[in-house]
């Protein structure tokens, strides 16, 4: 970080551009300030999830940074090739942030194997605020068939049912659903997006999502 920081800091002195060094640096910064939440919030307990904690709001914000800059392998892509002139940088993959994946419900089989979230399912699946697992309904999910097969994967997997606006309208689900900076602010180890847009408040209300 402290390199990152510092060549930015050097390519802005020698007047040229350096933005995307910048944009490097924060992506460090956030990865390196998240850390603490994992610490904090196990000794706070559900405090730390309400809707007006603060310490769960600072840690969306922070973890709302890769959004607005990108990934870290994007970044990192970007620097090679601009800082490096390396037009075919070889940038690892690994690391805390995953891109999502894009995918058909009837593909979540798929998922739920590979993570292996059918063991150790959830007994108390809770509120949306506190469950360690959320299927998120969006309004591309409103078909019956499709709310249908949700409902069912959430009741696979121990996981708490969430909806954007647009569904709080339905009957079967309430405003205590919904996700959104403006709504309710979740911090899930495992969240899956059905037809969800995803606009600017639903992003920062699923930010601390791992």
Known sequence: LQTSVYNAAQQADDERPFTDAAQLAAMFASQNALAPFKILIPLIGDLAYTQHSPLSALQNDVATLPLIVGTDTQLALTFATTSLNDEVADVPTTGPHTAP????????HRVVKRLNLTRDVPVNVGSIATAKRVVALGRGAMEPAVLLQAQQLAKWIGAALAVTQPLTAMEQFSIEQQIGASAV????EVLINIGVAGDDD?????????
């Not at 639903?202 to 791992?210: D, E, I, N, R, S």
């Open 202 to 210: 639903y992003l920062a209300g699923m930010a601390g999502a791992q």
């Open 101 to 108: 994946e894009h995918l058909v419900v009837a593909d979540l």
């Open 185 to 188: 602010t979740v911090a899930p």
